[in-house]
């Protein structure tokens, strides 16, 4: 084992980005006071992080994994904004005693996934600079940057009356994924289904192809905080109302159910000593495998699929699949009734 704290970090840094492409547009690199790009286009910014014991815990920590999921929560954004990916600025802070392997596999991460979003999109996405720092706790905050051509950027304003709403990859893997690990299941003992699940939360897949064969659409999110709550916030910044339809997510909501009768089988062990079901309430109604499972695909996170909003008579492309309209009104609703727009908000709000 070869702590942080015997190689100092201009050793790190040379070490982990031995594998960094070096693209025409990036100029100066890592090395110098500041990266020297050339954007073509303008310029779009996201930044998001990655906190231990608020984001992840050691007790399924994978280095690797962790590397690919913050890559891709902030690629996700950038490609929602119908932006091309131009590079990454990563900052990390991690303990002195940490293995230098463990950040090797970190970064190894974040490379995978820069490069199958640049497989995908038809380009190359570096890390063009960053920050390493000690302290007691796991931080990673990445700085994404992208381009689009002027006055071509997709908002969460752009929805109209009448457009379909569409999805790209999934929603509610990576929330029956975490579910399946509070409930003490772990990648190394778990059966390939729901083993899958726990991968989307470690490690999030964006289906970034699907972006090219969309077409034009009038407004498009990264569902990262949960769907009724993302498309709450595409209603409002539009105008309008949002309506799903049951029928078209059975295909997301049924390959959850043996994910949510793990959980709910678990919960009830804990409370009562037996498997018999979990009450909303001391005398409430008994919640269902099918009721969890939907709650996942509702209110879950961290998939970072993508919904977006085009002409139901455009031709969505491959990866894209129908889940409901926009209409006239204010609210998200499932067959006309409105749902609360429930997510994950790190401040409870």
């Given amino acids: 084992m070869t702590r942080l704290s015997e190689l100092g970090e201009s050793h790190i840094i040379s070490r982990v980005l031995t594998r960094n492409p070096e693209p025409a547009h990036v100029i100066v690199g890592p090395g110098d006071d500041a990266a020297v790009t050339a954007p073509e286009g303008r310029l779009v910014s996201t930044a998001d992080m990655l906190v231990e014991n608020e984001d992840f815990t050691r007790d399924w920590l994978d280095w690797e994994l962790l590397g690919r999921k913050a890559a891709a929560q902030n690629l996700a954004d950038v490609c929602a904004m119908g932006a091309t ?18 950040i090797e596999a970190l970064y190894s991460g974040l490379f995978e996934e820069a490069e199958r979003a640049g497989t995908a999109l038809e380009c190359t996405v570096p ?26 950027a997709t908002l969460r ?12 990859g999934t929603v509610g893997r990576a929330a029956a994924g975490l579910d399946l690990l509070f409930a003490g299941l772990r990648r190394d003992t778990a059966g390939p289904e729901l083993r899958s699940l726990i991968d989307t939360q470690l490690a999030p897949q964006p289906d970034y192809g699907a972006l090219r064969t969309l077409g034009t659409a009038s407004a498009m999110i990264d569902v990262s905080d949960g769907l ?22 059975d295909d997301l909501v049924d390959p959850l159910l043996p994910a949510a009768e793990y959980v709910l089988d678990s919960r009830a062990k804990g409370v009562s000593g037996d498997a018999e079901g979990v009450a909303d309430s001391a005398n409430g109604p008994v ?31 491959v990866g894209w699949r129908r889940i409901g309209e926009i209409r006239t009104g204010h609210d998200v609703s499932l067959d006309g009734t409105p749902v609360p727009a429930s997510g994950f908000s790190h401040f409870g709000k």
């Fill in 85 to 102: 990916p131009h590079g990454l600025l990563v900052s990390l802070a991690v303990p002195n005693d940490t293995d230098i392997t463990d």
């Fill in 157 to 168: 304003s752009g929805a109209r009356p009448g457009d379909s709403l569409y999805l790209a």
């Fill in 228 to 249: 009724s709550l993302d498309l709450a916030r595409v209603a409002a910044a539009s105008g309008v109302g949002i309506d799903l339809e049951r029928a078209l997510l």
């Fill in 127 to 152: 890390i063009i600079g960053g920050d390493l720092s000690s302290s007691k706790l796991i931080v990673i905050a990445i700085t994404a940057l992208g381009t689009v051509q002027e006055d071509s």
């Fill in 287 to 317: 919640m269902t495998a099918e009721d969890l499972a939907l709650s996942w695909v509702l209110d879950g996170g961290e998939d970072h699929g993508f919904a977006a909003s085009a002409s139901p008579r455009q031709d969505p492309g």
